[in-house]
């Protein structure tokens, strides 16, 4: 399947939901490719303690057990900061839990990260409980990176939805039967990072 035709899949669903669309919007680049799965659990796993302290969860609990598991080079820089320094703002960290979903989505342990849709409520629970101090293995064991098509269909259906919020927030129709705005620029920046060698604080996110 070329872009073009994920593209067609994408205005068809934005439009059926009576968002605006535009069909100028750059194509996704065909030679796009997934990361390897361990890279991808690696950092879903990390961002899992990281979000868990920005909603309360103690950070020197997180920070061990981010240690423990091996996982603090799959931080970013603010959020190692986050977690050592204990004095950064944690509400934009808290927008962690939506790239999350989406690499969650990716990693089949939800069924859906789309535009439409909240996050299932049950998302903390698909990952390690950290109140236990549970190890990573099973999670490890249990995911299951999904088909590049299904990544890349995904993605396009992110950016478009991307596009049409911003160009609703600019005077455009009133968007309904959609997710707020930074939820999806966050789970299409995972989806970005997933199929790219880009750095997560480096992935554009133009429209």
Same mark, same amino acid.
Request: proline share 8%.
């Given at each position: 399947?070329?872009?073009?035709?994920?593209?067609?899949?994408?205005?068809?669903?934005?439009?059926?939901?009576?968002?605006?669309?535009?069909?100028?919007?750059?194509? /996704?680049?065909?030679?796009?490719?997934?990361?390897?799965?361990?890279?991808?659990?690696?950092?879903?796993?990390? /961002?899992?303690?990281?979000?868990?302290?920005?909603?309360?969860?103690?950070?020197?609990?997180?920070?061990?057990?981010?240690?423990?598991?091996?996982?603090?080079?799959?931080?970013?820089?603010?959020?190692?900061?986050?977690?050592?320094?204990?004095?950064?703002?944690?509400?934009?960290?808290?927008?962690?839990?939506?790239?999350?979903?989406?690499?969650?989505?990716?990693?089949?342990?939800?069924?859906?990260?789309?535009?439409?849709?909240?996050?299932?409520?049950? /998302?903390?629970?698909?990952?390690?409980?950290?109140?236990?101090?549970?190890?990573?293995?099973?999670?490890?064991?249990?995911?299951?990176?999904?088909?590049?098509?299904?990544?890349?269909?995904? /993605?396009?259906?992110?950016?478009?939805?991307?596009?049409?919020?911003?160009?609703?927030?600019?005077?455009?129709?009133?968007?309904?039967?959609?997710?707020?705005?930074?939820?999806?620029?966050?789970?299409?920046?995972?989806?970005?990072?997933?199929?790219?060698?880009?750095?997560?604080?480096?992935?554009?996110?133009?429209?």
């Amino acid at each position: 399947m070329k872009t073009a035709e994920f593209r067609v899949e994408s205005i068809r669903r934005l439009a059926a939901a009576g968002l605006p669309t535009n069909p100028r919007l750059p194509f /996704l680049e065909a030679a796009l490719e997934p990361r390897p799965q361990d890279e991808v659990v690696s950092r879903a796993l990390a /961002l899992h303690g990281v979000v868990a302290a920005a909603y309360g969860y103690p950070r020197d609990r997180a920070l061990q057990w981010i240690r423990r598991e091996e996982l603090w080079e799959q931080l970013t820089a603010e959020e190692q900061r986050f977690l050592e320094v204990q004095t950064e703002e944690p509400k934009a960290i808290r927008l962690g839990v939506e790239a999350l979903g989406a690499l969650g989505w990716a990693l089949s342990v939800i069924p859906s990260c789309e535009p439409f849709q909240k996050l299932p409520p049950t /998302l903390v629970k698909k990952f390690p409980d950290l109140l236990r101090g549970e190890g990573t293995g099973q999670f490890r064991e249990a995911s299951r990176l999904r088909e590049q098509l299904e990544l890349l269909g995904m /993605l396009d259906l992110l950016y478009c939805a991307h596009w049409a919020v911003r160009h609703g927030e600019l005077g455009g129709p009133t968007l309904r039967s959609i997710q707020p705005l930074p939820a999806i620029v966050e789970r299409r920046r995972a989806l970005e990072w997933l199929l790219t060698r880009t750095g997560w604080d480096d992935v554009p996110l133009d429209t």
